[in-house]
């Protein structure tokens, strides 16, 4: 799944550089804390952005499912949970539609929807998600039209059940990893099979009592169906 940018920000950079100069020689940072009293409150004490990594990639896996599906329902429903998820930590999520980022505002920012400038004690608490990569908007469309032709084919070739599993790996390689259904790792497959299916597929119980052999039937109907440009 995309993630945040393995280098960081410039202002992020700053930030540390600021941290780091702020430190005492009695071992006590910028705000009197001692380092000594963070490792006794645990490792996560001082995180910043105060918003898990975990919920992060969750928000992002969310609205990308929210911009591929055309069930407007369905759509709403993604929408809603990433809302409920970020909630919970206190934050807003809010698409940046000029350069197409997934923001993660802390609460307190706000009013009326609106980041209040004023309020922003430090940029650090916010998070930035491309939803552009990987693979540029050519590319996505190109995955997306084969993944979705051998979701077809094997609807066309076998039964309801395994149809339903293509359709929702189609999805899920299309929209998480811009990569094609026969070209997902071991890992990848059970991101799929263990945490993707059960929350987001809406899979009947016959479909996760054979998950292994429908992603055996879609990667042996996908030998035959020309793959993207490139691939």
């Known amino acids: 799944m995309t993630r945040t940018d393995d280098e960081p920000p410039e202002w992020a950079k700053e930030r540390a550089r600021e941290v780091m100069a702020a430190e005492t020689d009695d071992g006590t940072t910028g705000d009197g804390t001692s380092e000594g009293a963070d490792a006794d409150a645990g490792g996560d004490a001082d995180r ?32 809603e949970r ?19 980022t997934l923001v993660l505002y802390p609460d307190e920012w706000m009013d009326d929807g609106t980041v209040q400038l004023d309020r922003i004690e430090t940029t650090d608490r916010a998070v930035e998600v491309s939803l552009s990569g990987p693979g540029d ?8 039209a084969y993944n979705d032709a051998v979701a077809d084919a094997v609807a066309e070739t076998h039964d309801a059940v395994h149809a339903d599993t293509a359709q929702s ?21 059970a991101e799929f099979r263990e945490e993707y299916l059960p929350r987001n ?16 039937v879609i990667e042996s109907v996908a030998a035959d169906v020309d793959g993207p440009e490139g691939s």
């Open 48 to 79: 910043v952005p105060d918003v898990p990594a975990e919920v992060v990639d969750e928000a992002e896996r969310l609205t990308r499912l929210a911009r591929g599906t055309e069930d407007e329902a369905a759509a709403a429903f993604y929408r």
């Open 82 to 100: 990433r809302d409920e998820l970020v909630d919970g930590y206190d934050y807003v999520p809010r698409l940046r539609e000029d350069d197409d």
């Open 137 to 144: 908007a050519d590319r996505y469309r190109e995955i997306a």
């Open 169 to 189: 790996f189609a999805a899920f390689m299309s929209n998480h990893y811009v990569r094609a259904v026969d070209d997902a790792t071991p890992d990848v497959r």
């Open 201 to 216: 597929g809406w899979p009947s119980d016959e479909q996760l009592a054979v998950v292994d052999e429908s992603l055996g």
